[in-house]
């Protein structure tokens, strides 16, 4: 008589995939066949568009080709709406947005399985991108913001995912704005379930938006009057296209380009639990692992162990740790195990069901090679050895992109110390790079972004800087002087020109190289603890109060009350905050500096200008190579000269006066400046913002004629907050 145990022995297992019909039925329910959402419900189906599944490449729907003219409309709708959401009452708009997330996890199976038919993601990270989104909007609907900037555009790529958007949407809502979402054409069905989903919820009409289309309805709809705020998802080409795109459109951008996360592990860590946070994530992409060379044979051959355990097929099936990829995905991969091939690099490859992916370990690559800052889209992990903290930390941070790093160390001390030098805003201790993620909604996630979501607007009084002629070369008196790292001296050509309080140095090409040259030399200033930067601001006020008038000169002598004001202002320390994840973590976040900025100043307010914007960049640790006023530079250079005499250190500040709209792009294109701030002409900002494509470095541009510098408004922290980047670290709180 055959027994249980026999039959236990012999009895076949397989991993059981989630059925789709609530997918079935709402498809059925819009018969198969769906509009853009607009104003709170779908429109007439128009041109089709086929709706690709990652699994297996079937088509399970059509969607609509939304046209210009009806993603037009639905921005105007956006921004109808989103005034009467702004003009509700903080806690009226907390009861609709508690509302919404409710809403959403009455959904969230249908949720999660149309993200994981468009993402191929495994559905047990899909749940908890799902189940994390109505966290999101209740930590964003209590939190303070600003105004809102009135209508939000989200750019989508067909890899994007609920987890991918939740803090930027959240944080858009919370704050007053309405948005219009452009998922990619292939995978709009979550988005368009997710915007019926909020109008149910009880969101107003016209507050969440979703049009699909391609790249020309994006384009079009970046370039629109319109939004106020573009997120964009997807790749660097994309990114520099947005940012030509949008030139001196008066936008506020926050570019979400990917990139591979970084693992540090030491070799004291938890190599078990480091392993496990690594293919945690293979269900999203992949991952670059530093390991400390003492155990990276060790580490690697645990790293292969866990490989033959890793459950590959349906990303349907619970069971299942990796998913399917999208056939763009797919090719990108193939193109990088190709070209780690050529390379010559040793490749082990897990093991793959039949339809799933093979997880792959490329050992030893090192950062001349081209796999070394590329963006992973697979379960593939890259490997290299470091000796040192400062090696570690010099490979981590050899990277086009700020991706976010998980550090692994039985030394908590060293973790920290590691993590305040690193060049990404998203850093973990001991924990996945998704424990970073801050639930705040002021806060980036996943590396530094470029803008936030809410900041008050700057003062206008609508009288744009008039463009002026170049100045004309002529001889220069003794006692002009440019001031390059806090030295006054001649300008290279020994040239002048003719500003409005007499004969102004020339500066030239070879003064910006050198400013910029002193300020890579001396970071100093930047490594000071903020308390310590706040001393010598502060004594920089005292001295300001006593010498204002003769810095000001003749031009800028009405604006000496105001500046004195501003300066004893900026000197306060800026402090560190942090905010409990849970009863095991601990978030800090700390402002960071960008490194060394470009500040081009507006022709007027000689004096309040650069006040205004050299304090709060100064403040965060900034050094900055100022191009002041073409008109009266003269303001500029007695405060970049009290600054030094205060006890700046040599290289934080740099004057070169003389002809700024020829000298800023230069001074842009440099690969050690880290951020531009142009407050220049309406054409000089745009020109500046288009130069920051090939970069992408971070870019304020405003028309600075436009500004009233001398207003209250210019006092508040928004310009703070502008002047650097946010680091979040999580720690945590039990051995």
Not at 143 to 155: E, H, I, R, T
Not at 400 to 425: E, I, K, M
Not at 447 to 457: H, Q
């Amino acid at each position: 008589m055959t027994g249980l145990t026999d039959l236990m022995t012999d009895l076949d297992y397989s991993p059981a995939a989630e059925e789709l019909t609530p997918v079935r039925r709402w498809l059925a329910g819009h018969g198969n066949r769906l509009g853009a959402f607009v104003d709170g419900r779908f429109t007439r189906p128009g041109a089709e568009l086929p709706v690709i599944t990652a699994l297996d490449g079937a088509m399970i729907a059509h969607a609509t080709e939304t046209t210009v003219e009806e993603g037009l409309r639905a921005l105007r709708v956006a921004r109808r709406s989103g005034k009467r959401w702004a003009a509700l009452a903080p806690w009226e708009r907390t009861d609709h947005l508690l509302s919404f997330a409710r809403r959403v996890e009455e959904n969230r199976t249908l949720l999660t399985l149309l993200s994981v038919l468009e993402t191929g993601r495994p559905i047990t990270r899909v749940q908890e991108e799902t189940a994390a989104l109505p966290g999101r909007l209740r930590a964003a609907a209590t939190a303070p913001s600003d105004a809102p900037l009135g209508v939000g555009l989200m750019l989508l790529s067909a890899d994007t995912g609920l987890g991918d958007i939740a803090h930027d949407l959240a944080a858009a809502l919370a704050a007053g704005n309405a948005l219009v979402l452009k998922p990619a054409p292939k995978t709009p069905l979550t988005a368009l379930a997710l915007a019926a989903i909020a109008a149910e919820g009880g969101l107003p009409r016209g507050l969440l938006n979703v049009v699909s289309g391609g790249a020309p309805l994006g384009s079009a709809l970046a370039q629109s009057e319109i939004p106020g705020r573009i997120v964009l998802f997807g790749s660097e080409e994309a990114g520099r296209a947005l940012v030509r795109e949008t030139a001196g459109l008066n936008k506020s951008l926050a570019l979400r380009l990917g990139g591979t996360p970084v693992f540090i592990v030491f070799g004291d860590a938890d190599p078990d639990a480091a392993i496990e946070a690594i293919v945690t994530g293979f269900g999203r992409q992949g991952a670059r692992v530093l390991i400390a060379a003492d155990m990276a044979a060790r580490f690697e051959t645990l790293l292969l162990r866990r490989f033959e355990r890793l459950r590959t097929g349906n990303p349907l099936a619970r069971g299942n740790d990796l998913g399917a990829l999208r056939s763009a995905a797919t090719a990108r991969l193939a193109q990088l195990l190709s070209t780690a091939s050529a390379e010559g690099l040793e490749i082990v490859r897990g093991r793959a069901a039949e339809g799933g992916v093979a997880p792959e370990l490329i050992r030893a690559v090192s950062p001349s090679s081209a796999l070394w800052d590329a963006s992973i889209a697979g379960p593939v992990a890259i490997t290299a050895t470091f000796r040192s903290v400062e090696e570690a930390v010099a490979l981590a941070n050899n990277s086009r992109f700020a991706a976010p790093v998980s550090v692994w160390s039985g030394n908590g001390g060293r973790a920290l110390q590691l993590a305040l030098q690193l060049g990404s805003g998203s850093v973990a201790v001991n924990a996945p790079v998704e424990a970073s993620a801050p639930p705040r909604a002021d806060s980036g996630f996943g590396g530094w972004s470029l803008a936030e979501w809410s900041r008050s607007d700057l003062p206008s009084r609508g009288r744009p800087e008039r463009p002026s002629a170049s100045p004309q070369a002529m001889p220069l008196n003794s006692g002009a002087r440019l001031v390059i790292g806090g030295v006054a001296r001649s300008p290279a050509g020994g040239e002048g020109y003719a500003a409005a309080t007499g004969v102004a140095p020339l500066g030239s090409p070879k003064d910006v190289a050198d400013a910029v040259e002193s300020a890579r030399k001396s970071s100093a200033w930047s490594r000071l603890p903020p308390a310590e930067r706040a001393r010598v601001l502060h004594a920089a006020a005292e001295r300001f109060s006593r010498e204002a008038g003769r810095i000001a000169g003749t031009t800028a002598r009405e604006a000496l009350g105001p500046a004195i004001d501003r300066f004893r202002k900026a000197v306060l320390p800026i402090g560190t905050g942090e905010s409990q994840i849970g009863a095991e973590r601990l978030l800090l976040s700390q402002p960071d500096p960008f490194g060394i900025v470009a500040l081009a100043c507006p022709a007027e307010a000689a004096l309040m200008a650069p006040l205004s914007l050299l304090l709060p960049l100064l403040a965060l640790g900034n050094r900055v190579v100022m191009l002041p006023s073409p008109r009266d530079p003269q303001p500029a250079i007695g405060l970049a000269l009290l600054l030094a005499g205060a006890g700046l250190p040599s290289g934080t500040v740099s004057v070169i006066s003389g002809d700024r709209d020829a000298l800023l792009p230069p001074l842009a294109a440099y690969d050690a400046v880290d951020a531009v701030w142009c407050f220049g002409t309406s054409e000089l900002a745009a020109h500046a913002e288009g130069t920051a494509a090939l970069s992408l470095k971070p870019v304020l541009a405003r028309d600075g004629g436009r500004i009233d510098w001398t207003s209250r408004e210019m006092d508040g922290s928004w310009l703070l907050h502008a002047a650097g980047r946010e680091r979040s670290i999580s720690l945590p709180t039990r051995p």
